[in-house]
């Protein structure tokens, strides 16, 4: 079997449906021939933002654009190369070309829903791919009632738990959790700076606390606000913003005694919440139906706008321990299942 992954952001992009995309062709390549088509020098590349405009709706703002260029550039190759499956990861055009294409080519198209319900997932839905993949079941139950001609399945973000348990890791944590000189208990929040993340809560939710420090990871737009807010409101013994590479980001997990994020309930299925899981991290996070799937057990749910109750959320969370349900929720999304399943799945959709 021949598939094509398309992504304009890979390798340039460290989010989520880069990462995902990424570990899901190094493991579909096991057994098939995959062909990544990417950006190069070339590219004209924008960032995609999250906006409610006339241009971004009608998928004409400039990120949109970029992906459309980019995707005409790719059909010479999907011409050529004919894959029994193409799976395009940039939305609106780059699918409408995928459709027009596969006229030609006999190709399937899988798209993976990685918004979670809104307008980019609607009219992905709306073009009738071969399969509609909702990475969780909350956002499949949506799906369906929006589209009733299009194939949805459910299959979750992967995350592979060995690199959360590699040797030495511990070791590693406990020297990082005195290098950080920051007061006990550590409050991870691991997001980018962004509105929508909504970092200023869990800053404000910890400042009610009257011990532990809170410990960001990410950039963004508005890291430098966030850091000035963050000094400001807990000092720099229990205040910490940074950005590390991908690499070191278990000993960061290993390293805290709590997981927090406080995003609008809109964020779909974020890889945090899986990275805290293989960590043995609870996670605080906002009360929504996709985070309540994933999380289960692992999870305590709040209100962030209620800083009151999302600092006593997090306090006493701070006196739970890791145990059987916690782990059992987390070893549903290991990569080894995850990975077989998207197999099953394309071997299936061409079998029609």
Not at 210 to 234: F, N, W
Not at 257 to 273: G, I, K
Request: hydrophobic share 45%.
């Amino acid at each position: 079997m021949k598939i094509a992954f398309l992504n304009i952001y890979s390798g340039i992009n460290n989010r989520g449906a880069e990462s995902f995309a990424h570990e899901l062709a190094g493991r579909l390549s096991e057994k098939n021939e995959v062909l990544f088509l990417k950006a190069d020098k070339k590219t004209w590349l924008a960032q995609p933002q999250h906006s409610t405009s006339l241009l971004k709706r009608f998928f004409l703002d400039s990120a949109s654009l970029s992906v459309l260029l980019f995707s005409l550039r790719q059909l010479p190759i999907l011409l050529r190369e004919k894959p029994d499956v193409m799976i395009p990861m940039n939305g609106f055009w780059q699918l409408l070309l995928c459709k027009l294409i596969a006229i030609f080519t006999d190709s399937k198209i899988v798209v993976v829903g990685h918004s979670g319900p809104g307008w980019d997932e609607m009219w992905n839905l709306f073009l009738n791919p071969d399969v509609f993949v909702a990475t969780t079941e909350p956002t499949a139950n949506w799906a369906k009632k929006v589209c009733s001609w299009t194939r949805v399945e459910t299959i979750p973000y992967g995350i592979d738990l060995a690199t959360f348990s590699r040797p030495g890791l511990a070791k590693t944590a406990a020297k990082l959790r005195l290098e950080l000189e920051l007061e006990k208990p550590i409050i991870l929040c691991p997001a980018a700076a962004v509105a929508y993340k909504r970092i200023q809560l869990a800053v404000e939710a910890v400042a009610m606390m009257d011990r532990g420090s809170l410990l960001h990871l990410g950039k963004g737009p508005l890291a430098q606000e966030i850091e000035k807010q963050g000094v400001k409101k807990l000092g720099k013994k229990r205040f910490r913003s940074t950005v590390v590479s991908p690499e070191v980001i278990p000993e960061f997990y290993a390293a805290a005694d709590l997981v927090t994020l406080s995003s609008t309930a809109q964020e779909n299925s974020p890889m945090v919440f899986l990275e805290a899981m293989a960590a043995s991290k609870f996670v605080v996070t906002t009360d929504a139906p996709r985070a309540r799937w994933i999380l289960g057990e692992a999870g305590v749910f709040t209100n962030p706008d209620n800083i009151d109750a999302y600092a006593e959320a997090i306090n006493s969370t701070l006196k739970r321990k890791w145990g059987k349900p916690q782990q059992d929720q987390i070893e549903q999304f290991s990569w080894d299942k995850i990975g077989k399943m998207y197999e099953n799945l394309l071997q299936d959709i061409l079998k029609k």
